[in-house]
Protein backbone atom coordinates (compact mmCIF):
# COMPACT_ATOMS: atom_id res chain seq x y z
CA UNK A 1 0.00 0.00 0.00
CA UNK A 2 1.64 3.15 -0.83
CA UNK A 3 0.16 6.61 0.27
CA UNK A 4 0.95 10.36 -1.80
CA UNK A 5 -0.86 13.05 -2.18
CA UNK A 6 -1.64 12.36 -5.70
CA UNK A 7 -2.17 9.73 -7.68
CA UNK A 8 1.31 8.37 -8.76
CA UNK A 9 1.86 7.63 -12.74
CA UNK A 10 3.72 4.42 -13.90
CA UNK A 11 7.27 6.04 -13.96
CA UNK A 12 7.01 7.00 -10.38
CA UNK A 13 5.91 3.64 -9.02
CA UNK A 14 8.76 2.11 -11.07
CA UNK A 15 11.20 4.00 -9.73
CA UNK A 16 9.65 3.39 -6.64
CA UNK A 17 10.22 -0.80 -7.33
CA UNK A 18 13.75 0.39 -8.35
CA UNK A 19 14.71 1.23 -5.24
CA UNK A 20 12.42 -1.18 -2.94
CA UNK A 21 12.73 -4.31 -4.85
CA UNK A 22 10.90 -6.45 -2.38
CA UNK A 23 7.42 -4.78 -3.34
CA UNK A 24 5.65 -6.22 -6.08
CA UNK A 25 3.55 -4.65 -8.42
CA UNK A 26 1.05 -6.83 -8.64
CA UNK A 27 0.86 -5.86 -4.43
CA UNK A 28 1.10 -2.04 -5.11
CA UNK A 29 -2.54 0.10 -4.24
CA UNK A 30 -1.95 3.62 -4.23
CA UNK A 31 -4.14 5.57 -2.09
CA UNK A 32 -4.44 9.32 -2.60
CA UNK A 33 -3.89 11.39 0.84
CA UNK A 34 -3.34 14.99 0.84
CA UNK A 35 -2.00 14.82 4.28
CA UNK A 36 1.43 13.19 3.68
CA UNK A 37 2.12 16.79 1.45
CA UNK A 38 5.13 15.15 -1.04
CA UNK A 39 6.48 12.33 -1.56
CA UNK A 40 5.44 8.76 -0.43
CA UNK A 41 4.56 6.50 2.66
CA UNK A 42 4.94 3.07 1.77
CA UNK A 43 3.30 -0.01 4.12
CA UNK A 44 4.84 -3.20 3.72
CA UNK A 45 3.22 -6.11 6.01
CA UNK A 46 4.63 -4.47 9.27
CA UNK A 47 7.04 -2.82 7.79
CA UNK A 48 6.40 1.28 7.35
CA UNK A 49 8.67 3.00 4.93
CA UNK A 50 8.15 6.82 5.29
CA UNK A 51 9.78 9.04 2.89
CA UNK A 52 7.12 11.59 2.63
CA UNK A 53 7.37 15.31 3.53
CA UNK A 54 4.57 15.18 6.42
CA UNK A 55 6.88 12.16 8.06
CA UNK A 56 9.83 15.04 7.89
CA UNK A 57 7.55 17.48 9.44
CA UNK A 58 6.74 15.07 11.89
CA UNK A 59 10.35 14.14 12.84
CA UNK A 60 11.48 17.78 13.21
CA UNK A 61 8.42 17.94 15.68
CA UNK A 62 9.84 15.43 17.51
CA UNK A 63 12.79 16.42 17.87
CA UNK A 64 11.97 19.99 18.59
CA UNK A 65 9.52 18.43 21.35
CA UNK A 66 12.52 16.53 22.64
CA UNK A 67 14.69 19.57 22.90
CA UNK A 68 11.78 21.00 25.50
CA UNK A 69 11.77 17.79 27.39
CA UNK B 1 -7.34 65.61 187.44
CA UNK B 2 -10.80 65.93 188.18
CA UNK B 3 -9.76 69.76 188.98
CA UNK B 4 -8.68 69.71 184.99
CA UNK B 5 -11.80 68.59 184.19
CA UNK B 6 -10.86 65.52 183.34
CA UNK B 7 -13.04 62.27 184.53
CA UNK B 8 -10.97 58.98 184.54
CA UNK B 9 -13.66 56.59 184.35
CA UNK B 10 -14.62 58.19 181.22
CA UNK B 11 -11.32 58.54 180.04
CA UNK B 12 -10.59 54.39 180.74
CA UNK B 13 -14.31 54.66 179.01
CA UNK B 14 -12.68 56.09 175.53
CA UNK B 15 -9.68 54.23 175.63
CA UNK B 16 -11.45 51.21 175.61
CA UNK B 17 -13.69 52.43 173.26
CA UNK B 18 -10.89 53.34 171.16
CA UNK B 19 -8.89 50.34 171.39
CA UNK B 20 -11.91 48.44 170.55
CA UNK B 21 -12.87 50.74 167.61
CA UNK B 22 -9.13 50.48 166.74
CA UNK B 23 -9.60 46.34 166.52
CA UNK B 24 -12.70 46.42 164.90
CA UNK B 25 -11.58 49.54 162.32
CA UNK B 26 -8.62 47.28 161.88
CA UNK B 27 -10.26 43.88 161.43
CA UNK B 28 -13.05 44.85 159.66
CA UNK B 29 -12.29 47.49 157.97
CA UNK B 30 -8.78 48.55 157.56
CA UNK B 31 -7.81 45.02 156.24
CA UNK B 32 -9.95 44.42 154.07
CA UNK B 33 -10.01 47.93 152.50
CA UNK B 34 -6.23 47.80 152.44
CA UNK B 35 -6.61 43.73 151.12
CA UNK B 36 -8.83 45.41 148.29
CA UNK B 37 -6.10 47.91 147.69
CA UNK B 38 -3.51 45.80 147.21
CA UNK B 39 -5.78 43.47 145.03
CA UNK B 40 -6.66 46.82 143.14
CA UNK B 41 -2.83 47.75 142.91
CA UNK B 42 -2.09 44.20 141.57
CA UNK B 43 -5.01 43.72 139.03
CA UNK B 44 -3.47 47.51 137.79
CA UNK B 45 -0.09 46.02 138.07
CA UNK B 46 -1.22 43.08 135.44
CA UNK B 47 -3.25 45.54 133.48
CA UNK B 48 0.07 47.79 133.04
CA UNK B 49 1.74 44.04 131.99
CA UNK B 50 -1.03 43.14 130.01
CA UNK B 51 -0.77 46.98 128.58
CA UNK B 52 2.95 46.51 127.60
CA UNK B 53 2.77 43.42 126.40
CA UNK B 54 -0.21 44.41 124.45
CA UNK B 55 1.92 47.29 123.01
CA UNK B 56 4.53 45.14 122.58
CA UNK B 57 2.94 42.84 120.34
CA UNK B 58 1.77 45.52 118.70
CA UNK B 59 4.51 46.83 118.00
CA UNK B 60 6.04 43.44 116.89
CA UNK B 61 2.92 43.26 114.89
CA UNK B 62 3.91 46.79 112.84
CA UNK B 63 7.34 45.70 112.78
CA UNK B 64 6.30 41.99 110.77
CA UNK B 65 3.50 43.81 109.03
CA UNK B 66 6.35 46.38 107.45
CA UNK B 67 8.72 43.65 107.34
CA UNK B 68 5.97 41.27 105.66
CA UNK B 69 4.72 44.50 103.02
CA UNK B 70 8.77 45.02 102.22
CA UNK B 71 9.08 41.12 101.31
CA UNK B 72 5.74 41.17 99.66
CA UNK B 73 7.11 44.15 97.72
CA UNK B 74 10.08 41.97 97.04
CA UNK B 75 8.24 39.17 96.00
CA UNK B 76 5.96 41.45 93.49
CA UNK B 77 8.95 43.10 91.74
CA UNK B 78 10.23 39.90 91.61
CA UNK B 79 7.27 38.42 89.79
CA UNK B 80 6.64 40.95 87.87
CA UNK B 81 10.74 41.16 86.50
CA UNK B 82 10.21 37.73 85.77
CA UNK B 83 7.00 37.89 84.46
CA UNK B 84 8.97 41.03 82.31
CA UNK B 85 11.90 38.56 81.75
CA UNK B 86 9.37 35.35 80.63
CA UNK B 87 7.42 37.89 78.71
CA UNK B 88 10.34 39.03 76.74
CA UNK B 89 11.60 35.37 75.92
CA UNK B 90 8.12 34.40 74.71
CA UNK B 91 8.10 37.64 72.27
CA UNK B 92 11.74 36.90 70.92
CA UNK B 93 10.71 33.26 70.83
CA UNK B 94 7.59 34.54 68.89
CA UNK B 95 10.04 36.95 66.53
CA UNK B 96 12.44 34.16 65.69
CA UNK B 97 9.47 31.48 65.20
CA UNK B 98 7.67 33.90 62.66
CA UNK B 99 10.84 35.27 60.90
CA UNK B 100 11.47 31.28 60.41
CA UNK B 101 8.45 31.10 59.20
CA UNK B 102 8.41 33.82 56.84
CA UNK B 103 12.07 32.47 55.71
CA UNK B 104 10.31 28.74 55.07
CA UNK B 105 7.06 30.62 53.29
CA UNK B 106 9.75 32.75 50.82
CA UNK B 107 11.55 29.74 50.27
CA UNK B 108 8.64 27.36 49.76
CA UNK B 109 6.74 29.86 47.41
CA UNK B 110 10.10 30.54 45.54
CA UNK B 111 10.40 27.31 44.69
CA UNK B 112 6.74 26.91 43.91
CA UNK B 113 7.14 30.10 41.68
CA UNK B 114 10.38 28.70 39.78
CA UNK B 115 8.58 25.47 39.59
CA UNK B 116 5.99 26.73 37.48
CA UNK B 117 7.93 28.74 36.02
CA UNK B 118 10.37 25.64 34.47
CA UNK B 119 6.34 24.23 33.64
CA UNK B 120 4.98 27.40 32.05
CA UNK B 121 8.84 27.74 30.00
CA UNK B 122 7.74 24.28 28.85
CA UNK B 123 4.32 24.52 28.45
CA UNK B 124 5.02 28.15 26.25
CA UNK B 125 8.26 25.99 24.49
CA UNK B 126 5.82 23.03 23.49
CA UNK B 127 3.55 25.76 22.32
CA UNK B 128 5.50 27.29 20.35
CA UNK B 129 7.52 24.21 18.56
CA UNK B 130 3.50 23.36 17.87
CA UNK B 131 2.34 26.64 16.49
CA UNK B 132 6.03 26.39 14.55
CA UNK B 133 5.53 22.64 12.81
CA UNK B 134 1.40 23.55 12.39
CA UNK B 135 2.97 27.21 10.33
CA UNK B 136 5.27 25.14 8.56
CA UNK B 137 2.57 22.66 7.71
CA UNK B 138 0.20 25.28 6.69
CA UNK B 139 3.01 27.33 4.79
CA UNK B 140 3.78 23.53 2.99
CA UNK B 141 -0.08 22.75 2.13
CA UNK B 142 -0.08 26.59 0.77
CA UNK B 143 2.68 26.36 -1.30
CA UNK B 144 3.04 23.14 -2.33
CA UNK B 145 1.06 23.00 -6.33
CA UNK B 146 0.61 20.09 -7.88
CA UNK B 147 3.61 20.50 -9.86
CA UNK B 148 5.97 21.38 -7.25
CA UNK B 149 4.25 18.12 -5.28
CA UNK B 150 5.09 16.29 -7.90
CA UNK B 151 8.79 16.94 -8.55
CA UNK B 152 9.09 17.09 -4.69
CA UNK B 153 7.78 13.36 -4.88
CA UNK B 154 9.94 12.48 -7.47
CA UNK B 155 12.92 14.24 -5.80
CA UNK B 156 12.37 12.44 -2.52
CA UNK B 157 11.42 9.15 -4.03
CA UNK B 158 15.25 9.83 -5.78
CA UNK B 159 17.11 10.43 -2.98
CA UNK B 160 15.82 7.81 -0.75
CA UNK B 161 18.19 5.03 0.49
CA UNK B 162 17.55 1.43 -1.50
CA UNK B 163 16.26 -1.22 0.48
CA UNK B 164 16.46 -4.75 -0.54
Known sequence: MIYSAYKLDQVEIES???KFPFIKIENIDNVVDKTVLAGVVIYHGSQVIDIS?????NSLKKKLYATVK | MENLGIDIKL?????????LFFFIFKKFIAKPFSKFLVEEKRKEEAKEKIDTEVKKTDEKLKTDEKLFKERLNK??????????EQGAK???????????????L?????EELDKTKLQMEKDLKKEIVRLSTEIVETGLKNYLSPQITKELTQTMIKNSEKTN
Do not use: P
Not at chain 2, 93 to 104: A, C, F, G, Q, S
Open chain 1, 16 to 18: IIA
Open chain 2, 75 to 84: EKEKVIKEAR
Open chain 1, 53 to 57: LRGRV
Open chain 2, 106 to 110: KTKTK
Open chain 2, 11 to 19: LIAQLVNFV
Open chain 2, 90 to 104: IKTDMLKETEEEVIR
